[in-house]
Structures are given as C-alpha cells and as structure tokens.
C-alpha cells in the first residue's frame, strides 16, 4: 500500500496487493475523496497498471471512510469546459471499461460522479453507512458520464428516474432491494473490503485469459436479444479456452481425481 503519513495526506490513489487482486483506494478525506482531475488521472492510470499486471486477476475500488466520493471537485465542474469535465470523467471510465472482474466497495455517501465510480463496477457491495445520490439536478447541473445510461441498466427506467429526475437517494438497504448493489456487509469499512476481496478472489481461480475473455463476452451478451446469438457469440472462446493447455491439465487432474475415488 502507497505510504502516508496521516489522514490528512495528499490526495491519492492509494494501491495494495491482496494475493491477485489489485485494491485501489480514493484517498482524499478532507474532500471526501472528491475526483479531481488530478486524482481521476491517477485512478486511470491504477486501473491500467492493474489490466498491465499478468498477476492482478481482479480490481477492488473503494473509498477512505467516511465517504465513498463525493463526486466531482467543484473548481474541476465550475470550470465549464468539455475538456475539464472529461479528465474528471477518466478515472470512472477506466473502470467502467476494465478488462479486468471489477468490484466496488462502498461504505459510505457515493454522489454525482462518486456514484458514477460505483456503477462503473461490475459489482457492488455496500456497507451499513452507504448513500447513493445522483445529486446532478439538485445542483442544477445535467447528469454527465453516463450516469443515466448506466443507472438505466443496472436499476431499470423507473428506479433510475427516481433518483435522478427526483433525486431519491438510497441507503444500503433500499439500494439492495433496488439491484443496485450485490449485498450489504455490516460491519466497519475494513470488514466492507475484506468481503469485496473476498468476492473478487473467484477470479483468481481461473486462468487470467480466460477471466478477461468470459467478460468481454459477458459484455456482447448483455446488448443481444436472441439466444441462438448468445450461444454463437460464446462458443468460438469456448472452443479455444476447451483447447488450451490450462484446461488440459485441469481435466487430467479431475480424472485423476475421480479414478482415485472410484478405487
């Protein structure tokens, strides 16, 4: 993990190794890991470290406690720039286009682009104290970053209106029962992470190929309407994950394995 010497320490990305799992850590309390542009640059460049790395399986985002992100920095929005507004953009888009089995670990106020951050992952898990707020509207500014596509697919239409036509916001456990997060861990925010690790650890299973192939396919997928599509977009990396030396191997030790326990 990136050193520092107290709370109060620069912002960062702070980076931690657990096992094949790459835990990125928005460090900023004293904004309550608001995403400067700064900040988002470095985020994008965690997340690609973390795609880079032949020994990360898997991406753990989270926050300092209390909050999770508070959203954008408010010089970086006040900026009024196509441009500015982007850079902010970098950090959540890279997670939201990993390669890599992504999961969020919010233990507290995710908001505007803080939520963002959150519906980026594939996955996320929420502590008691989570808070999830589109905040666009009520800040008089429109939704940006593909909050509303994003929320749309993960919530559906009405949930997604609600929040942010009528800025509903939700605790963690109306946030569960929406669909918006996988489940509520109780606890402090370290039980919160160690669950998200926990979880992501499924990844480091399976070859790492072919956990960056299964999501890219999972990615087609979710936009085809027709099963007999689905099945044809699966079976070429079928076919060659059937193929590799991996699965060779792992046969031959479940025959082994089941030979064993027949005799």
């Not at 640059?41 to 973390?50: C, D």
């Not at 808070?131 to 666009?136: G, K, L, P």
């Not at 998200?196 to 960056?212: H, N, T, W």
Request: aromatic content about 4%; proline content about 4%.
């Amino acid at each position: 993990m990136a050193e520092a010497t107290s709370q109060s320490a620069a912002a960062e990305i702070r980076v931690e190794r657990r096992g094949k799992i790459a835990v990125l850590t928005v460090h900023s309390p004293q904004r309550r890991n608001a995403l400067s542009v700064d900040l988002s640059a470095e985020l994008a460049a965690a997340v690609r470290a973390a795609e880079q790395d032949e020994d990360v399986h898997a991406v753990v985002v989270t926050g300092t406690p209390p909050a999770f992100c508070a959203g954008a920095d408010l010089e970086a929005l006040a900026s009024g720039t196509e441009e500015g507004l982007r850079s902010i953009y970098n950090g959540f888009l890279a997670v939201a286009q990993c390669s890599l089995p992504t999961v969020a670990a919010v233990g507290g106020a995710a908001v505007g682009a803080g939520l963002n951050l959150a519906l980026a992952a594939d996955v996320r898990l929420a502590g008691p104290r989570a808070r999830f707020d589109t905040r666009f509207l009520q800040l008089g500014i429109h939704p940006g970053g593909g909050m509303t596509w994003m929320a749309q697919r993960i919530v559906g239409p009405q949930q997604a209106a609600a929040m942010t036509l009528f800025g509903e916001v939700l605790d963690a456990e109306q946030a569960l029962a929406a669909g918006l997060v996988h489940r509520v861990v109780d606890g402090e925010h370290e039980q919160l992470v160690d669950a998200a690790v926990e979880l992501a650890k499924g990844a480091e299973q399976a070859p790492r190929e072919l956990v960056i192939s299964t999501k890219r396919t999972m990615r087609k997928t979710a936009a085809i309407t027709e099963h007999a599509d689905a099945v044809n977009a699966e079976i070429v990396p079928q076919l060659e994950s059937i193929a590799s030396p991996t699965f060779a191997e792992r046969l031959a030790a479940m025959r082994a394995r089941i030979s064993s326990s027949a005799r």
